[in-house]
């Protein structure tokens, strides 16, 4: 849990997962393409979706689009 970080934008995601080498809690929208990107880009994956979540509305970290899911985001090796 102390290695795991809510974000609310890439550059706070690109901080945790690759200068704390830690987790990113963030919105996210389900757009393929953006999650194609940011894996082939930055080498961030999707590693799981919480199930207890609060369903919130939030904004995606990486389209801006409006949604209500988060998801763990992680370093792939």
């Not at 979706?49 to 209500?68: A, F, H, M, R, W």
């Not at 988060?70 to 370093?75: D, L, M, R, S, T």
Request: charged content about 30%.
């Amino acid at each position: 849990n102390s290695n795991t970080h809510e974000v609310s934008s890439l550059g706070e995601l690109l901080d945790v997962v690759e200068e704390k080498n830690g987790f990113g809690i963030a919105y996210w929208d389900n757009n393929e393409e953006n999650e194609k990107m940011i894996a082939e880009k930055y080498k961030i994956t999707i590693r799981c979706i919480p199930l207890n979540q609060d369903y919130e509305e939030g904004v995606s970290i990486i389209s801006g689009n409006k949604t209500n899911k988060k998801v763990i985001f992680a370093k792939s090796y």
